[in-house]
């Protein structure tokens, strides 16, 4: 019987390790989650944007296109660097109201 009390006990103490440890990763991936979504919300907000993947994901696009349009500019390369700007403000320019 003092066996059986012993692994009760072990696994009681093993349940309540591994239950502490998956409620604060839970928690911690919580914080994230709804940090993560204060972020997105207040950058749409502020920028006059949607929310949505795609609005995100084409703002991403156009600050890459401003980003080597910046490239372009310093390499001397004009032409291609007018390109690459007019794309980024034009795609820019669609997603931000």
């Not at 012993?6 to 994230?32: K, M, P, T």
């Not at 920028?47 to 296109?65: E, K, P, Y």
């Amino acid at each position: 019987m003092h066996a059986d009390g012993f692994f009760e006990w072990l696994g009681q103490a093993l349940g309540a390790i591994i239950r502490f440890v998956v409620d604060s990763l839970s928690w911690l991936f919580n914080l994230l989650a709804h940090a993560g979504g204060n972020f997105v919300e207040g950058l749409s907000r502020t920028l006059g944007m949607d929310t949505s993947l795609i609005s995100i994901i084409a703002l991403v696009i156009g600050l890459m296109f401003l980003y080597s349009a910046l490239r372009a500019f310093m390499r001397a390369s004009i032409f291609l660097g007018v390109i690459w700007l007019i794309l980024g403000l034009w795609l820019l320019s669609w997603i931000i109201h």
